[in-house]
């Protein structure tokens, strides 16, 4: 009897330890999926995830190789004024429409967020090469995002404009001070989404 009351025991633990676990796995995958919603920060996706998520919406490997040499870069350069590369990667995408470059921006300028495009006379701000293009890109959401100086040499060349530096934290604030697209903040998100679906997927 006593033996049989002990295996009970023992099965029932097994059982609590197996739920435990599930729900602990689950969690984790949970938090690897929430979406960020604060630019400053660290990203959670390495190089060779940000460029494998670009190839699943350009399979036939269009813009894929340019794609493989900016996501080292965005994270070398966001970790240096700790901005969130997830968010930044996210923000590019976005603003070159998958580095397609259909708007006032060139491909030549490497300008990756649309700094300084206006309208055809004023198209945006040229930069000598991809890496200080980035640059420039990190540092400007640096400006709106945190009241913190710059750790790194200044690129940007609109950084003096951002006042009061800090003024958009997050995602959702740069809608109305970033761009006027009030789903600007909703397609930024919706990107980080795919990214993080795409990444731990089942």
């Known amino acids: 009897m006593q033996r049989c009351w002990l295996r009970k025991c023992f099965l029932l633990c097994l059982l609590c330890l197996g739920a435990a676990k599930a729900q602990a796995q689950a969690q984790s995958d949970s938090n690897l999926r929430e979406v960020p919603v604060r630019i400053m920060g660290s990203?959670?996706?390495?190089?060779?995830?940000?460029?494998?998520?670009?190839?699943?919406?350009?399979?036939?490997?269009?813009?894929?190789?340019?794609?493989?040499?900016?996501?080292p870069l965005y994270i070398a350069e966001a970790q240096v004024e700790?901005?969130?590369?997830?968010?930044?990667?996210?923000?590019?995408?976005?603003?070159?429409?998958?580095?397609?470059?259909?708007?006032?921006?060139?491909?030549?300028?490497?300008?990756?967020?649309?700094?300084?495009?206006?309208?055809?006379?004023?198209?945006?701000?040229?930069?000598?090469?991809?890496?200080?293009?980035?640059?420039?890109?990190?540092?400007?959401?640096?400006?709106?995002?945190?009241?913190?100086?710059?750790?790194?040499?200044?690129?940007?060349p609109r950084y003096r404009f951002v006042n009061p530096k800090g003024k958009a934290p997050t995602v959702d604030a740069l809608v109305g001070t970033w761009a006027q697209d009030p789903r600007y903040a909703a397609k930024i998100k919706s990107i980080l989404h795919r990214m993080y679906a795409s990444t731990y997927a089942d």
């Open 43 to 71: 990203g959670k996706l390495t190089a060779d995830e940000l460029s494998t998520f670009f190839a699943l919406l350009f399979p036939n490997g269009e813009h894929l190789e340019q794609a493989e040499r900016l996501a």
């Open 82 to 156: 700790g901005v969130n590369h997830d968010i930044a990667f996210a923000q590019m995408i976005l603003e070159t429409g998958f580095l397609q470059f259909k708007g006032l921006v060139s491909p030549r300028m490497n300008n990756f967020c649309g700094l300084g495009a206006v309208n055809a006379a004023r198209a945006g701000n040229t930069f000598p090469d991809e890496r200080i293009g980035i640059r420039a890109h990190i540092q400007h959401l640096k400006a709106y995002a945190s009241t913190q100086p710059l750790v790194g040499e200044l690129a940007d």
